[in-house]
């Protein structure tokens, strides 16, 4: 099983810029995708980026997308959460996942992911 933490979160203004960090341990070779999740107090968890491993095929929520970029460094099995132009809709707990299990889905179909990490916490007030 691979093992997933997240870091990087905070309270940042409207229009600011954070970077999330996952960092990836155990079996780091099992995973097929790569995700970021969300999910706001009284709400359900939503998908914010799912990224395909070994074919740099990525897929954004219309909520996020030209705003939020994921990223990774291969040597440190690490995936990155670039998020820029932050609103206060944006505030959530943002979560980390991976897809271990083979499938024919693309990695944006969210309901794959299947490992998570612990979550970080991001407010963004206005």
């Known amino acids: 099983q691979v093992q997933l933490v997240e870091s990087g979160g905070g309270s940042v203004q409207a229009g600011g810029s954070l970077r999330l960090s996952c960092v990836a341990s155990?079996?780091?070779?099992?995973?097929?995708?790569m995700g970021w999740f969300r999910q706001a107090p009284g709400k359900e968890r939503e998908g914010v980026v799912g990224?395909?491993?070994?074919?740099?095929?990525?897929y954004y929520a219309d909520s996020v997308k030209g705003r939020f970029f994921i990223s990774q460094d291969n040597a440190k099995n690490t995936v990155y959460l670039q998020m820029n132009s932050l609103k206060p809709e944006d505030t959530a707990m943002y979560y980390c996942?991976?897809?271990?299990?083979?499938?024919?889905?693309?990695?944006?179909?969210?309901?794959?992911?299947?490992?998570w990490g612990q979550g970080t916490q991001v407010t963004v007030s206005s």
């Open positions: 996942a991976a897809v271990t299990a083979w499938s024919l889905r693309l990695c944006g179909d969210f309901g794959l992911y299947s490992v």
């Open positions: 155990g079996d780091t070779y099992s995973r097929k995708c």
């Open positions: 990224y395909s491993i070994g074919r740099s095929i990525t």
